[in-house]
């Protein structure tokens, strides 16, 4: 099992940041790919980013890519998104998420966290 706590979120203004956290504990966080999806009212679950067990390889929405970082610390057991130049639309609860493959479907990801609010306002 491994237990994920997101934290970090918050109201923002349109193009300001906020950088996101999901911390581990359980079995190695290091084992597992690490992703992040985020779900607004009425809407789907989006991918947003995952990271590889190492942290070599990184993946982004379209729409995240060139905004948002997703960076991990194995020592640690934490993984980070940056979020800049945040607009209206990224208003969302976002979720961190484990899983054995880093990919863009949640369906891939075995644990997930409880989630963490951000609204960017215009």
């Known amino acids: 099992q491994v237990q994920l706590v997101e934290s970090g979120g918050g109201l923002v203004q349109a193009g300001g940041s906020l950088r996101l956290s999901c911390a581990a504990s359980?079995?190695?966080?290091?084992?597992?790919?690490m992703g992040w999806f985020r779900q607004a009212p009425g809407k789907e679950r989006e991918f947003v980013a995952a990271?590889?067990?190492?942290?070599?390889?990184?993946y982004y929405g379209d729409s995240m890519r060139g905004r948002f970082t997703i960076s991990r610390d194995n020592a640690k057991n934490t993984v980070d998104l940056q979020m800049n130049s945040l607009k209206p639309e990224d208003t969302a609860v976002y979720y961190c998420?484990?899983?054995?493959?880093?990919?863009?479907?949640?369906?891939?990801?075995?644990?997930w966290g409880q989630g963490t609010q951000v609204t960017v306002s215009s």
């Open positions: 998420a484990a899983g054995r493959a880093g990919t863009s479907s949640y369906r891939h990801y075995e644990y």
């Open positions: 990271i590889s067990r190492s942290g070599d390889y990184t």
């Open positions: 359980g079995r190695t966080s290091s084992n597992y790919a």
